[in-house]
């Protein structure tokens, strides 16, 4: 048993899902479609998409979820299909992360729609050694990943959070866990090393100059 629940509802607090989300809501890199489903309980039309199938997709699948195959450098999706669009550390996997995020802004109802990124801070010292040394991902740093965006939002909301899924079920050690994290966040001078960065980015059209807001 672990935290993972609580892990996923730390992210949604962080983006406050709850009070804005609404309409359409595409999730982007869903893997087995947890996040998805979490959204399809919270509004009208969610569609989830990845690479490769799950077979946890026919347990979660809903009247108003709908799971597809599809690749996120060429989003199978008319200009301006969605309100909320909402991926997780799939960027770092893609050749081209600039092209994924120009696809969901442009599948991103214009002036409106929101683009929400939550990407692993290659430099915190939990993720370095278990994802980039041991496991080969290529996590971007605090610094990469505000210079992908401003290569393509015109305005960023950008803030960094401590959350990590522990392989734990007392509850007063995960309390302990969640106390520390809490410490970190608000500690001076570390918010290079904590392990997530996220980003919210509205989707313009005419133009891609930077407004990039760095909380």
Same mark, same amino acid.
């Given at each position: 048993?672990?935290?993972?629940?609580?892990?996923?509802? $730390? &992210?949604?607090?962080?983006? =406050?899902?709850?009070? %804005?989300? @609404?309409?359409?809501?595409?999730?982007?890199? @869903?893997?087995?479609?947890?996040?998805?489903? &979490?959204?399809?309980?919270?509004?009208?039309?969610?569609?989830?998409?990845?690479?490769? !199938?799950?077979?946890?997709?026919?347990?979660? =699948? #809903?009247?108003?979820?709908?799971? %597809?195959?599809?690749?996120?450098?060429?989003? !199978?999706?008319?200009?301006?299909?969605?309100?909320? %669009?909402?991926?997780?550390? /799939? +960027?770092?996997? /893609?050749?081209?992360? $600039?092209?994924?995020? #120009?696809?969901? +802004?442009?599948?991103?109802?214009?002036?409106?729609?929101?683009?929400?990124? *939550?990407?692993?801070?290659?430099?915190? !010292? %939990?993720?370095? *050694?278990?994802?980039?040394?041991?496991? =080969?991902?290529?996590?971007?740093?605090?610094?990469?990943? /505000?210079?992908?965006?401003?290569?393509?939002?015109?305005?960023?909301?950008?803030?960094?959070?401590?959350?990590?899924?522990? !392989? *734990?079920?007392?509850?007063l050690m995960l309390r302990?866990? #969640?106390?520390?994290?809490?410490?970190?966040?608000?500690?001076?001078?570390?918010?290079?090393?904590?392990?997530?960065?996220?980003?919210?980015?509205?989707?313009? #059209?005419?133009?891609?100059? @930077?407004?990039? *807001?760095?909380?």
């Open positions: 048993m672990t935290n993972l629940e609580t892990y996923r509802s $730390k &992210f949604y607090e962080a983006l =406050k899902i709850n009070s %804005i989300l @609404c309409g359409t809501v595409l999730d982007v890199g @869903c893997g087995e479609g947890h996040d998805a489903y &979490f959204f399809s309980k919270r509004t009208d039309c969610v569609c989830a998409l990845d690479l490769k !199938p799950s077979a946890v997709w026919k347990r979660l =699948k #809903r009247e108003n979820l709908t799971f %597809i195959v599809g690749d996120a450098n060429l989003l !199978p999706f008319r200009d301006e299909s969605f309100d909320y %669009i909402f991926t997780k550390d /799939i +960027l770092h996997h /893609i050749s081209n992360p $600039k092209r994924v995020l #120009r696809e969901m +802004l442009r599948v991103s109802k214009c002036g409106r729609g929101q683009v929400a990124v *939550i990407e692993s801070n290659r430099y915190n !010292p %939990i993720s370095y *050694i278990h994802m980039t040394m041991m496991r =080969k991902h290529n996590h971007f740093s605090r610094r990469q990943f /505000i210079e992908l965006l401003r290569s393509v939002s015109d305005e960023s909301v950008v803030f960094s959070l401590e959350n990590h899924v522990y !392989p *734990i079920s007392n509850r302990i866990a #969640r106390l520390f994290e809490v410490v970190l966040e608000n500690m001076p001078l570390t918010k290079i090393f904590l392990s997530y960065n996220l980003v919210v980015m509205t989707a313009p #059209r005419a133009k891609l100059s @930077c407004k990039i *807001i760095d909380l």
